[in-house]
């Protein structure tokens, strides 16, 4: 079935590190992909998102690039603030089944001033 | 403002007492999903509803009912809470077309069940 793998946290950096989140897949077919964030005490919300091979979705300088040949959407942010401590979710949208979208486990990442 | 409300944010109850979570929209979604989040497993869908008085299972749908009598509501129902239904739980709605769809989410209810 369809599924998604992340890295486990947490993850905890100094301001301005560089931060990378790895995320792989599992589907049939090519599934659009996204990365959600939740920040402390939010409901989640959309960071960024792919639809299909080689597309890179952006935002609030995060990253990520659809590769079909690793099945990967790896989240990277080159320099990470305070304010970008949350959790992160990495998800994908079934081709199929109603639209079904299906999370990763999510990674915590703790920014240090 | 566009927003997905959930009432209440806070619960604490015991074993076999009813509840019901509420969910409701202002963004005319035909879309509405109910998940759970517990550490290390993610979000995982409980029900979803693709319109009014349409709705189906998700991944684990055992002890909870839903509803959807309106477009905008989706009420969460515990018929008989148990304390492994201790959880913080979501509710999306989107307006889906085919390759794409953005849920846009609810603050959550932490909820537990001694």
């Known amino acids: 079935g369809n599924s998604v793998t992340q890295m486990e946290g947490p993850v905890t950096l100094s301001e301005e590190a560089f931060l990378t989140i790895n995320c792989t897949y599992t589907?049939?077919?090519?599934?659009?992909l996204f990365w959600y964030v939740q920040y402390p005490g939010e409901g989640l919300q959309l960071l960024l998102k792919a639809t299909k091979a080689d597309d890179k979705g952006s935002n609030k300088g995060f990253e990520a690039t659809y590769r079909k040949e690793t099945t990967s959407f790896h989240l990277e942010k080159g320099s990470v603030q305070v304010s970008d401590s949350a959790v992160y979710f990495c998800a994908l949208l079934h081709l199929a089944n109603d639209y079904k979208l299906s999370f990763g486990a999510g990674t915590t990442v703790t920014v240090r001033a | 403002e566009a927003q997905v409300t959930q009432n209440p944010r806070y619960l604490i109850t015991v074993t076999g007492k009813k509840l019901t979570v509420t969910c409701s929209q202002n963004m005319n979604h035909e879309y509405m999903s109910w998940y759970r989040q517990d550490p290390g497993l993610g979000l995982r869908q409980i029900y979803y509803s693709m319109n009014v008085e349409v709705t189906d299972k998700g991944d684990v749908p055992e002890g909870y009912k839903v509803s959807r009598k309106e477009k905008r509501n989706f009420p969460l129902i515990l018929e008989s809470p148990s304390p492994n239904q201790t959880s913080l739980y979501f509710c999306?709605?989107?307006?889906?077309?085919?390759?794409?769809?953005?849920?846009?989410f609810g603050p959550g209810t932490r909820l537990t069940v001694l």
């Open positions: 999306a709605s989107s307006f889906p077309r085919r390759g794409y769809n953005e849920q846009f």
């Open positions: 589907a049939t077919g090519y599934p659009s």
